[in-house]
């Protein structure tokens, strides 16, 4: 079996170099941004002189409630276009969101730090779920486990931030400690009773969105950048890499750390952004090949 890796597309439609697979593997940010970027780049330059509040929080706060609300159904629109023209390639569609695809943020609540990480564990992104039911080919496979006929496949969605860092915790007052800290082995125990329910005699993927943290597939290398060097993988993705070891592990985010690093027996990938990028698993030997 052939396995079709696209990548982070960011409302991009794929260029696909083979016809030679039998099914496709989003790690999601299917959605647009090109209209947010602006904005994103003026709350870099808020965070530097103090701002501490989250971009999507940023944007509620400057921008007129209709012109968030027109540019959020371009990005949801940007994601429905990529997913379409995904389903209309007659394969079935493994898909899980990224960041960029959650619901339209004017209805986010992001104050505090707290708030902010508990959103990641919360999990959002009904509006482009609705349009799936349009789409046969294509599965929002958060939470899920595929059992085909010769891999498992594990799907987690919209992991984005490192977690549940040293950093983050310190930040934290004791009640919003304790509270992130349930949330977290919450997840991480039902990550655990679905994944063990794979055909053990078969290897397994792991998909999400997010990088393994403390990696190389996770390190910002840009000196523009304040965060130049900074790691900003997923805490639970570097957990389910050690803790699971699945014989592949799929994650992008970090877009320029693009590549494959070995971390015990998994075999973790980064897949880079643009529509250009194709990867292809060979079942056979569970070799990755970029195209
Ligand atoms: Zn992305």
Redesign the pocket.
């Known amino acids: 079996m052939k396995i079709l890796i696209v990548a982070?597309?960011?409302g991009q439609i794929p260029q696909i170099k083979t016809k030679d697979f039998d099914i496709i593997l989003s790690p999601?940010?299917v959605c647009e941004?090109k209209y947010h970027r602006k904005y994103i780049s003026q709350w870099f330059e808020e965070i530097k002189k103090g701002y501490k509040k989250s971009a999507f929080k940023y944007m509620i706060e400057t921008l007129p409630k209709e012109e968030l609300a027109q540019i959020e159904q371009k990005r949801l629109l940007g994601g429905k276009k990529v997913l379409e023209w995904l389903n209309k390639q007659g394969k079935r569609v493994y898909w899980v969101a990224?960041?960029?695809d959650g619901k339209p943020t004017t209805k986010e609540k992001e104050d505090t730090l707290f708030e902010q990480y508990e959103m990641i564990y919360k999990l959002f992104y009904e509006e482009l779920d609705q349009n799936l039911k349009d789409f046969e080919n294509v599965e929002n496979i958060h939470l899920k486990l595929k059992k085909l006929p010769h891999i498992n496949i594990f799907g987690l969605g919209r992991t984005f931030h490192p977690e549940f860092t040293k950093e983050v915790q310190a930040a934290l007052n004791e009640k919003e400690r304790k509270k992130l800290t349930q949330m977290d082995a919450k997840l991480k125990q039902k990550i655990k009773k679905i994944y063990e329910k794979r055909d053990k005699t078969k290897p397994t993927i792991i998909l999400t969105?997010n990088s393994p943290y403390k990696t190389k597939l996770d390190k910002i290398n840009n000196p523009q950048s304040s965060a130049h060097g900074k790691h900003i993988g997923s805490t639970i993705a570097k957990w389910m890499v050690t803790e699971l070891q699945p014989e592949i592990f799929i994650g992008?985010?970090v877009?320029e750390a693009k590549g494959i690093e070995k971390i015990g027996k998994t075999t973790c990938l980064n897949t880079g952004?643009g529509k250009d990028i194709n990867y292809i698993i060979d079942t056979k030997n569970m070799t990755i090949k970029e195209l």
């Open positions: 982070d597309l960011h999601g940010d941004d990224g960041n960029w969105h992008s985010h877009h952004f």
